[in-house]
């Protein structure tokens, strides 16, 4: 499946010169966990999380006294934000994408488009597309089937994610292209194909 079919979209984005204030506003009421931090042309140039954000906003506690020198907050998410930052593209496969999320312990990954921001993919993204329910996936499936071949020649069943499609025909020169069709639905874990009983079998 690719991240264009998991991201968040349009991406809320901040700039250098937004307040820490605001940022953390906007993480608050959105839920987020990173905003994506862009120049005038929208154009990337860092990421705040929200470790970034809290990092020197508490006093210490009166009760617990420390010889370390208090300095005044950062002021702006340019002073807080990372400059190095995981990207995608919409056309990047979602799989791939998750094994570098997970191998670099990354949350949230803007989506770039010609060095634009145009979406966000979270894990949270992905647990949505995972817990979509499985008539809504047979759904799409059927309707993807149709445009590319014979309506009604596959019957659907969907249970967990796990797509299995009965070929009417058998014939299986297609089945591999019928099987990448269903698997770039959201949701799908995994397709299979599978000849229809014949009379007598």
Do not use: N
């Not at 020169?173 to 959201?186: C, G, M, N, S, Y």
């Amino acid at each position: 499946m690719l991240v264009s079919r998991a991201m968040s979209t349009p991406a809320v984005t901040v700039t250098p010169e937004t307040s820490v204030k605001h940022a953390a506003e906007l993480m608050a009421g959105g839920g987020f966990t990173v905003l994506p931090v862009v120049d005038e042309a929208q154009r990337l140039v860092g990421i705040v999380s929200e470790g970034d954000l809290v990092a020197d906003r508490f006093p210490r506690d009166a009760r617990w006294p420390s010889d370390r020198r208090v300095t005044a907050p950062a002021g702006h998410v340019g002073d807080v934000m990372t400059k190095r930052v995981v990207t995608a593209t919409p056309l990047q496969d979602v799989r791939e994408l998750l094994t570098h999320m997970r191998s670099g312990r990354v949350r949230a990954v803007p989506v770039c488009e010609r060095d634009a921001v145009i979406g966000v993919v979270t894990y949270q993204d992905m647990i949505k597309v995972l817990a979509r329910a499985d008539e809504r996936i047979a759904a799409d499936v059927r309707r993807r089937l149709a445009i590319y071949t014979t309506p009604g020649r596959f019957t659907t069943e969907v249970q967990d994610g796990t797509v299995v499609l009965t070929d009417a025909k058998a014939d299986r020169d297609e089945w591999h292209t019928i099987r990448v069709l269903a698997e770039q639905i959201p949701g799908v874990v995994r397709a299979r194909v599978v000849a229809a009983a014949q009379d007598g079998d």
